[in-house]
């Protein structure tokens, strides 16, 4: 199973109630730290979530790079596999993320949860202010009336402004709002059918 397939799965099929619930967006590669990691899928709605697929055919090495830079920024992070990994990526993942297992038997595409997530404890708040764009974070820093003096300044210093005069758990908060509000994510190429949005009215296997 490739990649594509894996990731065709997760919006089609076990995220798809997330694309009809008014509440949530899906979106494909959400760049963290500025940029140093991409996420393959996120999830945004009261927390962010984080999917990383890893099918047989990529490799782990940017693995450890890529655990350090989710760590700082997502509440929950879910790696996914489809079998060739599915025992070694436990010892590489910290142990709040969850892994599921996607699998093909009889022309469906299955998914085993092989570990629970928890909540991630420890998000770094300058890592969550760098997902703002410039305008997103000095339009927030005006809101919270800290804008002063600030207005023209370099967007690592807003981003460090934010994170040195806003709770962590606020500006969480304000970060999932303004991404959600924007007007220029991709349009994914996968959207679920009518056929998979019946099935998961019926069945609650997509579910988290």
Request: proline share 2%; charged share 25%; glycine share 4%.
């Amino acid at each position: 199973m490739r990649d594509y397939d894996i990731r065709h799965s997760l919006h089609n099929q076990f995220l798809a109630h997330y694309k009809q619930d008014g509440h949530s967006i899906v979106v494909d590669e959400l760049g963290v730290c500025n940029g140093q990691s991409v996420i393959d899928v996120a999830v945004i709605n009261g927390s962010l979530h984080a999917f990383e697929i890893k099918s047989d055919a990529d490799t782990l090495v940017r693995l450890p790079k890529q655990v350090a830079h989710y760590n700082k920024v997502f509440d929950y992070a879910t790696i996914v596999v489809n079998g060739k990994y599915v025992h070694r990526v436990a010892s590489l993942v910290p142990y709040w993320w969850a892994i599921w297992l996607i699998y093909e038997k009889d022309g469906k595409i299955l998914k085993t949860i092989v570990r629970e997530g928890e909540r991630n404890t420890n998000i770094d708040a300058f890592s969550v202010a760098q997902l703002l764009w410039r305008e997103e974070a000095l339009n927030l820093l005006v809101k919270l009336d800290l804008a002063k003096g600030m207005r023209t300044k370099r967007r690592w210093l807003l981003w460090q402004h934010l994170a040195e005069n806003v709770p962590v758990d606020r500006l969480c908060e304000y970060t999932r709002q303004y991404l959600k509000e924007r007007s220029a994510w991709k349009e994914s190429k996968f959207t679920p059918s009518e056929e998979a949005l019946t099935s998961l009215r019926s069945d609650d296997s997509g579910s988290l």
